[in-house]
């Protein structure tokens, strides 16, 4: 059986959020959905659970970072392709979210671009080559 990964990220406007992550492409999973929570599903592996303040507050005794202000977590997804990396960036920022708050990741091999969430929460989008990584990696450093 494979690992799942559960992303809990706290939100100040559950409905807003939802529609969101709608707008990327990820599905609310109505089974672990209510008026303080939504899972919403990007694969078969990853889920991110949006979470009112309050039902965030059940999970931890620290106090919530407002990730506008303070990094708390750097998330990556994984992408097709180059223009699917900008395509999620595009439907990111239709949806509310702010693109590109920190700079464009380009090495030939891997691509990446990064978008903020309603709440500030910051998604990065990677594409690589795998082959031409792997290429790269093993290449001599040159003196």
């Known amino acids: 059986m494979s690992k799942l990964i ?3 990220l706290p939100v100040a406007d559950l409905p807003k959020s939802i529609a969101f992550y709608e707008a990327l492409g990820a599905v609310k999973n109505e089974q672990f959905t209510d008026h ?3 899972c919403m599903v990007f694969s078969e592996t ?5 979470l009112t303040h309050d039902k965030f507050r059940q999970f931890t005794p620290k106090k919530i970072a ?3 202000d303070t990094t708390e977590v750097l998330i990556c997804l994984s992408a097709e392709s180059r223009d699917d990396v900008d395509a999620t960036l595009a439907s990111a920022a239709a949806a509310g979210g702010r693109a590109d708050p920190g700079p464009k990741q380009d090495y030939g ?3 990446g ?3 903020e969430d309603p709440d500030g929460h910051i998604w990065e989008v990677m594409w690589m080559d795998l082959a031409a990584a792997q290429e790269a990696m093993s290449a ?3 003196a």
């Open 140 to 142: 001599p450093a040159s």
């Open 66 to 68: 407002d990730a506008r």
């Open 6 to 8: 559960f992303v809990n």
């Open 46 to 50: 990853i889920h991110a659970m949006l």
């Open 36 to 38: 303080t929570a939504a």
């Open 109 to 111: 091999f891997m691509y």
């Open 113 to 115: 671009r990064s978008f």
